[in-house]
C-alpha cells in the first residue's frame, strides 16, 4: 500500500516570497491533516479536513496560509507571504476517519531566508 | 484544553540499558493515546495506539503501558537503531484533533 506522498521535499525561499506544498493521503483515507514541526518541538496541528471538509483550522494563521483539499482526495498548503518564522518542516498525514491511526509523509523541509 | 508534556527531553543509553520515556497528559475523556518514532529527516512513524488504562502493547524492545493520567514507552535493551525521538500524542473527547507532545530525543550508544 502506498503512503501518504509530499512534494517538495526542500524548498528554500525569500520572506514575503510566497510557496505551495502539496500532499496525496492514503486511498481511502478521508480526514487529512497538515502539521507544522518546528525544530526540536512536536507536530502542530495547521488545519484538519473531513473528505474536502473543514474540521480544524484553528491553529491556521489565515492572514498567510491556507489550505484546500479537492475533490476530498489530494490537498494543497500555500503560504503567502512567508515569514522568517514559517520555516518547518510541513507534515502531511491521513486517517482512515478521525480517531483512527494517522499516517504521515516524509514531510515537506522549508527554509525562509 | 487538551495537554502532552513528555520527559525526559532528552535520554542517553548505553547499549542493553533499558530505561522508560514518560508520557503525561490532560484531556477530558481519552479517547486514544498513541506513540510514535522519528527519525531525523523522516516524518513519524506510528508505533502503538492505546485506549484504555491498564492496556499494554508490545513490539520488539518497546513495550507502551497506560494509566489515567500517563502512559510510559518501555525499552528493553536498547540497540543503536533505536536511537530517535519518540511522540506521544493524544486524541481527547472535546476535539477531533490528535494533540502531541514534544517528544523525547533518544540516543544508544554502542
Known amino acids: 500500500e502506498a503512503g501518504v506522498a509530499q512534494s517538495p521535499r526542500y524548498k528554500i525561499i525569500e520572506k514575503r516570497q510566497s510557496v505551495a506544498f502539496w500532499c496525496n493521503p492514503i486511498s481511502g483515507h478521508a480526514t487529512l491533516y497538515w502539521y507544522q514541526q518546528i525544530l526540536g518541538q512536536g507536530p502542530k496541528l495547521l488545519i484538519q479536513?473531513?473528505?474536502?471538509?473543514?474540521?480544524?483550522d484553528s491553529q491556521l494563521p489565515k492572514d498567510r496560509f491556507s489550505a484546500e483539499r479537492l475533490k476530498g482526495v489530494d490537498s494543497t498548503l500555500k503560504i503567502q507571504p512567508a515569514k522568517l518564522e514559517d520555516s518547518a518542516v510541513y507534515l502531511c498525514?491521513?486517517?482512515?476517519?478521525?480517531?483512527?491511526?494517522?499516517?504521515f509523509g516524509e514531510g515537506s523541509w522549508l527554509t525562509v531566508v | 484544553e487538551d495537554q502532552v508534556t513528555q520527559s525526559p527531553e532528552a535520554l542517553r543509553l548505553q547499549e542493553g540499558e533499558s530505561s522508560s520515556l514518560n508520557c503525561s497528559y490532560t484531556?477530558?475523556?481519552?479517547?486514544?493515546l498513541f506513540w510514535y518514532r522519528q527519525d531525523p529527516g523522516k516524518g513519524p512513524e506510528f508505533l502503538f495506539t492505546?485506549?484504555?488504562a491498564g492496556e499494554e502493547k508490545e513490539k520488539e524492545r518497546l513495550k507502551a503501558t497506560l494509566t489515567k493520567k500517563e502512559s510510559f514507552l518501555h525499552i528493553t535493551a536498547p540497540k543503536p537503531e533505536d536511537s530517535a525521538t519518540y511522540l506521544c500524542?493524544?486524541?481527547?473527547?472535546?476535539?477531533?484533533?490528535?494533540?502531541f507532545g514534544p517528544g523525547t530525543s533518544l540516543s544508544v550508544i554502542p
Open positions: 500524542a493524544v486524541l481527547g473527547a472535546s476535539y477531533d484533533k490528535v494533540i
Open positions: 498525514a491521513s486517517s482512515p476517519l478521525v480517531g483512527n491511526t494517522i499516517y
Open positions: 492505546l485506549y484504555s
Open positions: 484531556v477530558s475523556g481519552l479517547r486514544g
Open positions: 479536513f473531513q473528505n474536502n471538509g473543514v474540521v480544524d
